[in-house]
């Protein structure tokens, strides 16, 4: 446990560092930030209450890519899901293969990895006659690695690295490095975490522009109880300053009966960020230590967001 420990703590300060200091290239929409797919909701639970997370202990698998001081607060000792996402269909779709693990190490410290690959839509390649000679499909992929640690009962300590990568033309690759780092507390059913998300360099376009990744400065409320033996709930709220200037703020609530069956609400207004506003709702079913999970978003008919759907199947002990 000691050697852990140190292992844990030399991590949290790379982890800082290479969101600082990493230098990277990249091409980026004129005004916008920088490979926003890094702050899309891929666990479904989160995505079904209204993109909240950051206080999540229920669905630990996918930590990496949000909080991960959340998991020595976890309920379960190992949690592994994957799962499939039909982002923004009416739009620019994005296909979405996503996976994560995470193990709770006797409530102490914590191990979370996660990976994800998007496959976006295809456009023709054109020659300079306007004719189109070929097609091609761009590609984005973030694959996360978070440790934490619980160094007194009431507060832990979290931080992810995320390595970032976009093939937006054939033959041409970039990336970048992110970094996510926490604060969190859990006293009886009440859940609060303070932190960075996103933190990174700034990025250059092919044209020298500078652009940032869509970072923010972000905390995360929850509150859960149980009602009888059978019944539980719990409510999660989630807010993000973007050092952009954008303001986002999520909130969503879960039923659950018998540890069985969870039915899932929430909404998310999502201001001039990266992820527009959106509803959304969603279910759970649980047995034998195999969860499934689904949540579908409800948008405004000239939302890119409009029947973006997620489900995923995992195992937890």
Request: hydrophobic content about 45%; charged content about 10%; glycine content about 12%.
């Amino acid at each position: 446990m000691r050697k852990m420990k140190k292992n844990i703590i030399r991590f949290f300060i790379p982890a800082f560092c290479s969101a600082i200091l990493f230098p990277v290239a990249i091409s980026a929409a004129p005004g916008g930030e920088a490979m926003p797919f890094t702050r899309v909701v891929r666990d479904p639970v989160a995505a079904a209450m209204g993109g909240t997370g950051v206080v999540s202990t229920s669905a630990s698998a996918f930590a990496s890519f949000r909080n991960p001081a959340a998991i020595p607060y976890a309920g379960n000792t190992f949690d592994v899901a994957a799962g499939y996402m039909n982002w923004q269909p009416s739009a620019s779709p994005v296909q979405d293969i996503n996976a994560g693990a995470s193990w709770n190490i006797a409530g102490k410290f914590g191990i979370a990895l996660g990976f994800s690959y998007g496959l976006c839509e295809k456009y023709d390649i054109m020659d300079a006659s306007g004719t189109a000679v070929g097609s091609f499909s761009p590609s984005q992929v973030q694959a996360n690695l978070g440790l934490a640690w619980k160094f007194l009962p009431f507060l832990s300590l979290g931080a992810n690295v995320k390595y970032l990568g976009n093939t937006l033309v054939e033959g041409k690759s970039y990336g970048a490095v992110a970094s996510d780092i926490f604060l969190m507390t859990k006293v009886a059913g009440l859940k609060a975490a303070v932190g960075v998300s996103s933190l990174g360099s700034k990025v250059k376009s092919a044209s020298g522009a500078g652009f940032s990744l869509p970072a923010s400065a972000t905390l995360g409320l929850g509150y859960g109880i149980g009602l009888g033996k059978k019944h539980a709930a719990e409510v999660l709220v989630d807010a993000d300053y973007y050092f952009s200037g954008a303001f986002s703020a999520s909130a969503g609530a879960a039923y659950t009966y018998n540890d069985l069956v969870s039915v899932r609400a929430g909404y998310r207004y999502g201001g001039k960020s990266v992820i527009p506003s959106f509803a959304s709702v969603g279910a759970g079913v649980k047995f034998w230590g195999i969860h499934i999970d689904v949540a579908y978003i409800i948008a405004a008919g000239t939302s890119p967001l409009r029947n973006t759907f997620d489900v995923g199947l995992g195992y937890s002990f």
